[in-house]
């Protein structure tokens, strides 16, 4: 086990395209670590460059303490599972999880142990003479987790490994992998484009956008406390409001309304000046009627989100979203203010958080 350590890392490939820019990150031994952004932002570069797969433009990869930036892939000792899987379609289950042991030279009877053993605990003891074309999804990616388990590497890297899966399986998955990862203590980087999954699962994530890393932070630190607007947007089941505001002396002018000052940003904001201020619509709570210190307008859409219902009002031009209690939700083009929980809220100045 180890931690994995990146200085300056950077990737520019062949052509220019510059997918790692100068990247610094410390994932400690043991913890479960995901890289989350858009598509093209650069998270598989940046886990096939830790697996060696790629070479470093510049900086370096140093993983328990030893700089691998120049050693092969297999002089790493990290396990790679792939969201294909890549599993061999002519072996069995049993070949298939002991085949990292036998590029090893171990022999033929402890592969087998130890493929039975990790199967045992992946719950694939009864398809071990199957082929992968005969297992389902699920079962294939169990099989290629029971491959990298089997190696007993230093660290594990997977590449959007539930992306195969269809939606009830892929929770199963997630839970059954945050276990696993658990019990195993093995230090993780998991690559998603799934902000409910790195969410759910990982002890902390690194944002990335373009090559850079816009925010590290554990899942609740990212999702109360965005460090910039690219994040405040791209975290969250429903976008984050970011509304212009101007700062006039204790209060915020949002869409010709006035709201607090958050708290977070207390004596920080200039009078005048031109802000953004984003709340979470799970903290704006619909009220019938005008309210003080709320943002008032008319109710345009109405979306059932089980429990609660998510309210989409149109105030004076601009579109606000809060919440409201099932059953008491309100009638399309009834009038109402949803009112932000100042604890909660929010200020963006060009982009990043204001905040002390
Ligand atoms: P996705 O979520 O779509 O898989 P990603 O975040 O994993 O995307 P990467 O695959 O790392 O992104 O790609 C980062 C950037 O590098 C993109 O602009 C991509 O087009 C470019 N890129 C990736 N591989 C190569 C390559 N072999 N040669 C040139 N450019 C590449």
Do not use: W
């Not at 940046?46 to 370096?60: F, V």
């Not at 694939?124 to 082929?131: A, F, I, P, Y």
């Amino acid at each position: 086990m180890a931690a994995i350590e990146l200085r300056g890392l950077t990737k520019v490939y062949p052509g220019g395209v510059k997918a790692l820019d100068s990247l610094d990150l410390t994932i400690p031994d043991g913890e479960f670590f995901a890289l989350l952004g858009p598509s093209g932002c650069g998270k598989t570069t940046l886990l096939r460059t830790i697996a060696g797969l790629e070479t470093a433009t510049g900086g370096a990869v140093v993983i328990g303490g030893r700089d691998v930036t120049r050693v092969q892939p297999g002089g790493r000792d990290v396990a790679m599972v792939f969201q294909d899987y890549a599993l061999f379609p002519h072996m069995d289950v049993t070949d298939n999880i002991a085949y990292p042991l036998r590029i090893k030279k171990v022999a033929k009877g402890e592969r087998r142990a130890k493929a039975e053993e990790v199967a045992a605990r992946l719950g694939l003891e009864k398809l071990m003479d199957r082929r992968p074309g005969q297992l389902s999804g699920g079962q294939q990616q169990r099989v290629a987790l029971a491959r990298v388990m089997a190696t007993q590497a230093q660290a594990f890297l997977f590449d959007e490994p539930l992306s195969n899966l269809d939606a009830r399986l892929r929770l199963e998955a997630r839970t059954f992998l945050k276990k696993l990862q658990r019990e195993l203590g093995v230090t993780t980087v998991f690559v998603t484009h799934d902000q409910a999954e790195a969410l759910a699962m990982a002890d902390r994530m690194a944002i990335m956008e373009a090559g850079l890393i816009r925010q590290i932070g554990t899942p609740s630190e990212v999702f109360q406390r965005p460090a910039n607007t690219f994040v405040a947007g791209f975290i969250g089941s429903t976008p984050m409001n970011l509304l212009d505001a101007v700062a006039r002396g204790d209060t915020l002018e949002v869409a010709g309304c006035k709201v607090p000052v958050p708290a977070s940003a207390e004596g920080l904001v200039v009078d005048g000046e031109k802000l953004v201020y984003g709340v979470r619509p799970e903290y704006m709570t619909y009220q019938a009627g005008t309210v003080e210190g709320g943002l008032s307008g008319s109710v345009v859409i109405l979306e059932n989100l089980g429990a609660s219902h998510l309210v989409t009002l149109d105030v004076g031009g601009v579109t606000v979203q809060g919440v409201v209690a099932e059953g008491e939700e309100p009638a399309l083009g009834e009038q109402g203010a949803v009112v932000p929980r100042s604890d909660r809220a929010l200020v963006y100045r060009d982009g990043e958080l204001v905040a002390a």
